[in-house]
């Protein structure tokens, strides 16, 4: 027998989707930012799911407001990450009997505001009780037939870009972060991005998603990381350009440009947006590599962002 | 400040949908067994999710593939009830990290052969770890536009039926029912339903939750219940039809049927289901009134089918 511990999230989801087996011929299942599924008409459907849980996603003494926040934000940039419009969602809550009401309220009323800024409407869930406070929020959007971003589209001499600023999220970013729903859609309609997705395991681990998917390999300029100010002012063991590249949820857009288009695309970025939005490498041909050039030097990554299940 | 439990779960989820507020024309929010949303074409979507989660829907020896076929099974019977098609589905579990990757690939086994049973499929999910063994899952499906059947359409002198047999769901068909997807697609289709709902809180329960609905009373006629022999043979404080008017979980279709068209539809389900069928009372006009007619006595009887949250 083999637990959940010892083989770490990623091996988990990959024994799961075994046994769920493959989606049918036109459908994205497990292993993107949202399944995609056909609809009647020209659009593609949407579906996400995500969870926050007490303890692992917040704390217990998380501001409510912000709870709710987080866990709808997460939906949302999950949506980004495909060019997808957010269109429904359901909010499933787990909650010990002696939960204030009133917390729970502010809950849904900072779960509400988020969504309904990106025009997405809560019409339903489920309630049931449980040692520890979670919110599942299922989303449902739609992107043009054929035009979801998925993670497996990049290919050797693409630059990558990444939006904002990374790292320290664990400062106020996890719980207050913009999703990029915007950015995300407007990306997906340009024509110019070949593959994205969120930072929501970390820069390096999820650039390594890309690689994965795409078959192929990236290098990353160390000196051209967005490094945050949060993660400069943090302090501890990690340096703040360590924390760029390895700490999770700053829910930034990681995606990738075919090399002839990158100028007309950063271009045409900052006429359409004031987030910052940076080249910080380019996809190689060495499948499955991921290197850093720093300081002249070439280190080669390891993905080592968070991984629910396994201890760090 | 107020908690949960003493609210009840009928009030929890009334405030909390007074935070989300009124849904959009057209669409179906909370409180029916799906919402309905607008889609392209001809079809409405129906959302629907649930939660099972140890300790209350299942049992920490509850064997895997059950609880992955309960926790599928009611998110069918949602969409029976509302005389829909099951389509896509997501599951987010929760797992303590020293589960058995084994117990959890059955969870899912059991999960994805009921789905696959009903043309539903798993397309994705979260997982999360967490200190019990959760579920939930998110269903889409779809109906012809305008035809999702909801509690709301009772009207005074409907004939009231309900399928199968009801009661004393806890010695197994809590775990192991059929939901009763095709039976609540031919009903809707059928045209002969003005109203439905899944027995899932109980008979009582979920009567008065149609009537709330459709601002309507009803009368039902104890010696016609059809009370099921696990209600017969499990002993206790409570009668084998206390047990059938009661317990929860028998995932039948109870619905409503115009006084005209009643024998011609019980005619037509003959011809169709092997399943019983059974005319068990009628809608009246006394608003909010529920009476059970037994032995030449008339008794009202009161919403007490499971509640979550609070202590019964």
């Known amino acids: ?61 998380t501001e409510p407001l912000r709870i709710g926040h987080k866990a709808v934000g997460r939906v949302l940039s999950d949506f980004a990450a495909m060019g997808g419009v957010p269109a429904w969602a359901l909010v499933d809550v787990v ?40 919110l599942h929020v299922f989303g449902v959007g739609w992107v043009a037939a054929g035009k979801a971003v998925r993670r497996s589209g990049a290919r050797p001499g693409d630059r990558i870009f990444v939006t904002g600023s990374l790292g320290g999220s664990l400062a106020g970013k996890h719980l207050d972060f913009e999703p990029r729903v915007a950015e995300g859609r407007w990306l997906g309609e340009s024509g110019f991005v070949t593959a994205m997705i969120d930072v929501s395991d970390g820069l390096i681990a999820d650039l390594r998603h890309i690689i994965e998917e795409s078959h192929v390999g990236a290098e990353i300029l160390g000196e051209t990381i967005p490094v945050s100010d ?35 695309f950063a271009d045409a970025w ?6 910052p939005c940076t080249e910080i490498g380019r996809v190689t041909e060495e499948r499955g590599r991921l290197t850093l050039l720093q300081c002249e030097r070439r280190l080669d990554l390891d993905a080592d962002g968070y991984e629910h299940f396994r201890s760090r």
Chains 1, 2 share one sequence.
């Open 1 to 61: 027998m083999t637990t959940l511990r010892e083989l770490g999230e990623r091996e988990v989801i990959r024994r799961l989707a075994r046994v769920l087996g493959e989606p049918p011929e036109g459908v994205v299942g497990i292993g993107d930012d949202t399944a995609v599924i056909p609809m009647d008409g020209d659009r593609d459907g949407l579906l996400t799911s995500d969870a926050v849980v007490e303890g692992i996603h917040f704390l217990p003494d």
């Open 270 to 275: 900052r006429k359409r947006f004031k987030l």
């Open 95 to 134: 909650a010990p009997a002696s939960t204030e009401m009133e917390r729970l309220e502010s809950v849904y009323l900072g779960a509400q505001r988020l969504a309904g800024a990106h025009g997405l409407r809560i019409v339903g869930g489920d309630t049931a009780g449980g040692p520890l406070l979670e």
């Open 230 to 264: 949060a993660a400069r002012s943090l302090t501890g063991r990690d340096s703040a350009l360590a924390r760029a590249l390895h700490d999770g949820e700053d829910f930034e857009l990681l995606f990738c440009v075919m090399p002839d288009q990158a100028g007309a």
